[in-house]
């Protein structure tokens, strides 16, 4: 997960997707005991760093039904969002798709500007193939019914994934469950 995030991020450069500032790798051994006896094992240490960003996950800013946010925030969020993904998806050599997008994973600066973040699920796919996977991935909520039942994944699914965020800033957690209720 660590290699894959660092790859997809080292590819990935665009206001709206987080920046990487460093990382570390490092592989060593270390003497622990175990059954007993000592032994020499190897432990990797692997850090990402990413650019600081004041106003932390949009998961923050959407708690109750008018979110605390005003009409042009709100725009300009989704609008940022929506253009992060367009890039992913289209103006990347090869697609890269996110596969865990949701609130928590968009990172806003101070002045509200939305970041997606968090690529450790990410992955490299033609726009035009489906996949079919038998590991989970993503996040309940945010998953599209075809992933959920026959385990597709495509474009669409980041797609799905948007629409929910947007649904969310838009209505908030409260206005968000009697959309989900209603469905």
């Known amino acids: ?4 995030e660092f790859n997809h991020l080292m590819r990935a450069q665009h206001p709206n997707i987080t920046q990487l500032v460093g990382y570390c790798y490092n592989i060593g051994h270390q003497r622990i005991k175990y059954g007993g006896e ?3 094992a190897l432990v990797e240490e692997r850090v990402l760093c990413f650019e600081y ?3 932390g996950s949009l998961d923050n800013h959407i708690s109750d039904e008018s979110c605390g946010l005003d009409w042009p925030t709100r725009f300009k969020i989704i609008k940022g969002v929506c253009e992060g993904l367009n890039y992913l998806h289209n ?8 596969l865990d997008l ?5 990172l806003l600066d101070k002045n509200m500007f939305p970041k997606i973040g968090d690529f450790g ?11 079919i996977t038998s590991k989970i991935i993503g996040t309940p909520g945010y998953m599209p019914p075809e992933y959920i039942e026959r385990r597709e994944i495509t474009s669409k699914y980041d797609v799905f994934s948007l629409g929910v965020i947007i649904v969310r800033v838009i209505a908030g957690d409260e206005g968000y469950s009697k959309c989900a209720y209603m469905s």
């Open 121 to 131: 699920l990410s992955r490299l796919f033609p726009l035009s193939q489906t996949y």
């Open 1 to 4: 997960q660590f290699r894959n």
């Open 91 to 98: 103006g990347c050599k090869d697609p890269i798709y996110h």
């Open 53 to 55: 960003l004041q106003g």
């Open 102 to 106: 949701k609130p928590a994973n968009v």
């Open 38 to 40: 000592y032994i020499f």
